[in-house]
């Protein structure tokens, strides 16, 4: 038998219902803020809670389909990558973070 350690440290941030269809909610960490998403269809994603373009608090935006529009200049990021889309795609990325659902809580992880 081989034993597989997951080398990434999760952490439970609170259960997914608590974050609304097409929402999201930032989680303070010692690393900086975190924004966690919750699209339409419950899937999450989390990522660094600053739009590459400039540092708008994507926690603020509107989820629409697996992208979040930022609130400062509309930049819509994609949820998956981190990515811009469109027109603003390949200048930049938001770092995306490790998040996984376990029992209805959202666990983040920390490499």
Do not use: Y
Request: proline share 8%; net charge neutral.
């Amino acid at each position: 038998m081989t034993l597989t350690l997951d080398p990434i440290a999760w952490t439970d941030v609170g259960a997914v219902t608590d974050i609304p269809l097409r929402g999201a909610r930032r989680v303070p960490t010692a690393q900086g803020d975190i924004a966690i998403f919750r699209t339409g269809d419950g899937a999450v994603f989390a990522l660094k809670d600053a739009c590459p373009h400039k540092g708008g608090p994507l926690s603020q935006g509107m989820v629409h389909g697996r992208a979040v529009a930022c609130p400062l200049h509309g930049w819509n990021i994609d949820l998956a990558t981190g990515e811009p889309m469109g027109a603003d795609h390949g200048k930049g990325c938001t770092p995306t973070i490790p998040l996984r659902v376990e029992q209805g809580r959202l666990l983040l992880g920390r490499a």
